[in-house]
T-cell receptor, first 113, second 112 residues
């Protein structure tokens, strides 16, 4: 299996622009998670899906962030408009069932200027 | 105060040393405890997974959980330069789907 796939790996954009991050979970995994990692705040859960349905989005910082999972093999995290404080590494992770190992993707390194 | 506390380090040890990494937590509902290893510019990968209190050993790695003290540890024996990475503890109650709460990570450097 190819593991969790994320794209792009790096994104540099200007403040105010829309940013879309993409994730393909491991086939057969029913749970998908979006995390953000910064030096100051560490690894934070933003939102997670079960069977393509958003279950908990309490970690989404504000309305500028939105996430979708239109099917079992694809999810997006969108930031509109982006701000410099959104600069971070964004990880996607998936797992087959609750309480099982979460497998992380390589991350998208976002820099908002 | 954060729900899970972890010393950020860096922790520098010579090759072959025994390494002790620790986390404390405040939520008594946590029952599942994990250690992830994260190499620079990579995603975290699971090292150890334990349920409730007790010890678990896997090769050079031993995980300990003391729920009465709200304290978990990861021991690395015969540390190698390839162990140089950031180690993140994570935990969950198991009730809220699979939501993990992570510590901030400890950066470990093993010098040859």
């Amino acid at each position: 299996d190819a593991g969790v796939i994320q794209s792009p790996r790096h994104e540099v954009t200007e403040m105010g622009q829309e940013v879309t991050l993409r994730c393909k979970p491991i086939s057969g995994h029913d749970y998908l998670f979006w995390y953000r990692q910064t030096m100051m705040r560490g690894l934070e859960l933003l939102i997670y899906f079960n069977n393509n349905v958003p279950i908990d989005d309490s970690g989404m910082p504000e309305d500028r962030f939105s996430a979708k999972m239109p099917n079992a093999s694809f999810s997006t995290l969108k930031i509109q408009p982006s701000e410099p404080r959104d600069s971070a590494v964004y990880f996607c992770a998936s797992t087959r069932r609750a309480r099982e190992t979460q497998y992380f993707g390589p991350g998208t390194r976002l820099l908002v200027l | 105060q954060k729900e899970v506390e972890q010393d950020p380090g860096p922790l520098s040890v010579p090759e072959g040393a025994i390494v002790s990494l620790n986390c404390t937590y405040s939520n008594s509902a946590f029952q599942y405890f994990m250690w992830y290893r994260q190499y620079s510019r990579k995603g975290p990968e699971l090292l150890m997974y334990t349920y409730s209190s007790g010890n678990k050993e896997d090769g050079r790695f031993t995980a300990q959980v003391d729920k009465s003290s709200k304290y978990i540890s990861l021991f690395i024996r015969d540390s190698q330069p390839s162990d140089s990475a950031t180690y993140l503890c994570a935990m969950t109650s198991g009730d809220a789907g699979n939501m993990l709460t992570f510590g901030g990570g400890t950066r470990l450097m093993v010098k040859p």
